[in-house]
């Protein structure tokens, strides 16, 4: 007996692929390729296969001038066209669908770092759920209860304060209460968090996003949060169950997976929840007072610009929680 836990519009997902604004292929990530399907490009290609993914592990796609060398000009994959969808990778095959293991309990998610998935949570006009089904293996099971892991439980519990008309930031200090047993959340420094960011990703290609990001306009909207809440406001006027799904999946997800690590620190992942909807309101915020409005197109672009800046490195919001709030 097994359980599995699915984000609600996780079967609707479909690859939007040339017609997409921002290919993930075309991207400066590393694409990693898993053994199985490495010893496969090897067999087929031979040694030429050096030239384009890297021999050592972990095998990664080697970019030229940041392109995938397997997309043709019309941002087709080769792979995918010439040889079939199973001599694609793992991270190639599944992305943006996650999966992680809880014993008997499996979780399914779609990362908002890719544009037709943000599409679908700013479009999706109720509360996102995720939904839950339980997978019986053999007849003697029938009929027995599935017991809810407590994490699964909480997290549940958790992300049912995400509703609209109340802030974010107040859900997630009253969230921060009850999982430091009463300890007030401490004030998020806006200013040093992103002085923090450009610091850290100086060398690399996530700043190219925070500049996309935030512009040169961000400073007058960290300095002031009354502008950011005024922001969240119009957001929500425009757009009702956006905010809330945005921060339900962000925090279902990360709290989840904090589980998994040998030493949790849940309050951590409440702070990196918050850090992150401030930084989409700043993102936010810079778009609109540049166009007056909040367009569908801006929200869609701050959430996956936004989430590639988080995803490209996942300890990027860890790292600023321990050295600004607990270390
Ligand atoms: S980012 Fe999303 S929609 Fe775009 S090509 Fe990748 S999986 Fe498809």
Redesign the pocket.
């Known amino acids: 007996m097994f359980k599995i836990i699915k984000i609600d519009f996780y079967d609707q997902f479909k690859?939007?692929?040339s017609d997409?604004p921002?290919?993930?292929?075309d991207n400066e990530w590393n694409i990693t390729i898993d053994e199985k399907t490495y010893e496969l490009y090897k067999t087929a290609f031979g040694a030429d296969i050096d030239a384009v993914i890297s021999p050592m592990v972990p095998h990664v796609i080697i970019k030229h001038n940041g392109n995938c060398p397997f997309i043709t000009e019309e941002g087709l994959c080769i792979l995918h066209k010439n040889l079939g969808e199973q001599f694609l990778s793992n991270t190639c095959r599944y992305?943006?669908r996650f999966a992680s293991t809880y014993g008997d309990t499996y979780l399914e998610t779609l990362g908002m770092s890719?544009?037709?998935v943000a599409r679908m949570v700013v479009d999706y006009d109720k509360y996102i759920l995720f939904e839950e089904k339980v997978h019986y293996e053999v007849k003697s099971e029938l009929g027995e209860k599935f017991r809810r892991l407590p994490i699964e439980k909480a997290a549940r519990d958790y992300i049912s304060l995400f509703v609209t008309g109340k802030g974010k930031k107040s859900i997630y200090e009253d969230i921060y209460q009850k999982v430091s047993q009463g300890k007030g959340m401490p004030d998020i420094d806006l200013h040093g968090v992103i002085e923090y960011l450009n610091k850290i990703f100086m060398d690399n290609s996530a700043s190219k996003y925070l500049t996309v990001l935030f512009g040169e306009k961000y400073d007058e909207y960290i300095k002031d949060n009354r502008k950011l809440f005024e922001t969240e406001l119009i957001l929500e006027s425009e757009y009702p169950w956006f905010a809330s799904n945005f921060n339900r999946i962000f925090f279902f997800e990360h709290f989840m997976l904090e589980s998994l690590k040998e030493d949790p620190l849940y309050t951590c992942v409440v702070l990196e929840g918050a850090i992150a909807w401030m930084l989409f309101l700043v993102a936010i915020s810079a778009v609109k007072q540049q166009a007056g409005v909040i367009s569908e197109d801006d929200v869609i672009n701050c959430t996956y610009k936004l989430m590639r800046v988080i995803d490209h490195d996942e300890n990027v919001l860890r790292s600023i929680v321990t050295a600004s709030y607990i270390g």
């Open positions: 690859c939007i692929t997409c921002d290919n993930c292929c992305y943006p890719c544009p037709a």
